[in-house]
């Protein structure tokens, strides 16, 4: 195996380590007879920096914010808490609580907090509006 590029008593060099990477049995005489599969990649030019700082013109994202934190005995998975809160997000908006509930006008955010005993299960709903949101 004296051919063998990847030697592990050799000293550390970056064309011996990508080339164990990309053909870790691969020969020196291969190498050789497929000049195109090793020939070395150009470095992308390095990117400028912004010039000047690029200004945002309002702050937040103007959804109203409904959260929801089911306190359990025991927690459910991310998909199930999510899908346990749809129909209060329906009789919300059935209510005329909030406008809608696509994504372009609410923000869901849901969180869970474990309890005790049976007694103390309860889900807490809390609604956010931004200044600029009006029903």
């Not at 691969?26 to 497929?34: E, I, L, V, Y």
């Not at 346990?84 to 006008?105: F, H, M, N, V, Y």
């Not at 809390?126 to 029903?135: A, H």
Request: charge should be positive; aromatic fraction near 6%; hydrophobic fraction near 30%.
């Amino acid at each position: 195996m004296a051919d063998s590029i990847y030697q592990p008593d050799c000293q550390r060099h970056p064309v011996n380590d990508e080339f164990a990477k990309l053909f870790g049995r691969a020969s020196r005489s291969f190498a050789k007879a497929n000049p195109a599969l090793f020939a070395a990649e150009p470095e992308p030019a390095p990117r400028k920096a912004l010039e000047r700082k690029v200004e945002g013109t309002q702050h937040g994202d103007g959804r109203i914010v409904v959260r929801y934190r089911l306190c359990r005995c025991r927690c459910l998975d991310p998909d199930n808490a999510y899908a346990s809160t749809k129909t209060l997000t329906d009789l919300l908006c059935r209510c005329g609580i909030i406008p809608g509930d696509d994504a372009q006008k609410i923000r869901l955010e849901v969180e869970q907090k474990k309890v005790d005993h049976r007694k103390d299960q309860r889900t807490e709903i809390t609604i956010t509006w931004p200044e600029n949101v009006s029903l």
